[in-house]
């Protein structure tokens, strides 16, 4: 299933890229390159700085990376005005998210007016009143992690471009490399650990053996 990309004004589908749209693409490009360059400032940090790229390229004022396993979706970090009742953390039945539909897809999945759409009904809208949202998977070590996902309480003026889908894509599959980056380091980290401890003391036993003990004496 491909990007439900409804024009709510013309009811077409979406538009071909304008020259507007090529230039918003290189700077999620360059954005994202910053980005990467600001490693040593921390996940959250670069996270929140995808969150905020997105919302400023879409136009919509709620953006979300999710966790899902099994049926619950959790809100991993979100950015979204004072007034919203949402904080990381918090978690969801699936089904009573729009992710819920983008999972399904296992693809990027987009609707500009909830409201006028073939999910008006779907609980998301009732429970929430979000009337526009674009969400794609996030995918970490070639598993389903998530959703990287953005949406308003209001409906999108203008249809999702192929190139919004494209830019959406982009910001996925960066927030899953490093996602896998810094699993991959943590797990690193940890079997060092284990054969540092494993030197210093005797398998049989569990007891410090002679390095063991001269790094203890020392």
């Known amino acids: 299933m491909s990007i439900i990309a409804v024009d709510i004004e013309t009811g077409g589908r979406a538009t071909m890229p304008s020259d507007r749209d090529a230039r918003a693409s290189e700077m999620v490009i360059r954005t994202l390159y910053e980005i990467s360059g600001e490693y040593n400032l921390g996940l959250k940090h670069q996270i929140h700085r995808i969150l905020q790229l997105g919302l400023e390229r879409f136009d919509l004022n709620i953006g979300i990376l999710s966790k899902i396993e099994g049926d619950t979706y959790t809100v991993v970090q979100q950015v979204s005005p004072p007034h919203v009742a949402l904080q990381n953390g918090t978690a969801f039945p699936l089904g009573r998210t729009y992710c819920s539909i983008t999972m399904a897809a296992n693809g990027p999945v987009g609707f500009e007016h909830v409201s006028t ?75 060092k650990e284990m054969l540092e401890q494993q030197s210093r003391e005797d398998q049989l036993s569990g007891l410090y053996n002679r390095r063991g003990l001269e790094e203890m004496l020392a």
Do not use: C
């Open 117 to 191: 759409s073939s999910i008006s009904s779907h609980p998301a809208y009732k429970d929430f009143g979000l009337e526009s949202y674009v969400g794609a998977p996030v995918q970490v070590k070639h598993k389903p992690y998530g959703t990287l996902n953005f949406s308003s309480p209001e409906p999108k003026p203008r249809a999702f471009s192929a190139v919004d889908i494209d830019a959406l894509k982009l910001m996925a599959a960066w927030v899953g490399s490093e996602l896998s980056r810094r699993q991959t380091e943590h797990d690193l980290r940890q079997a």
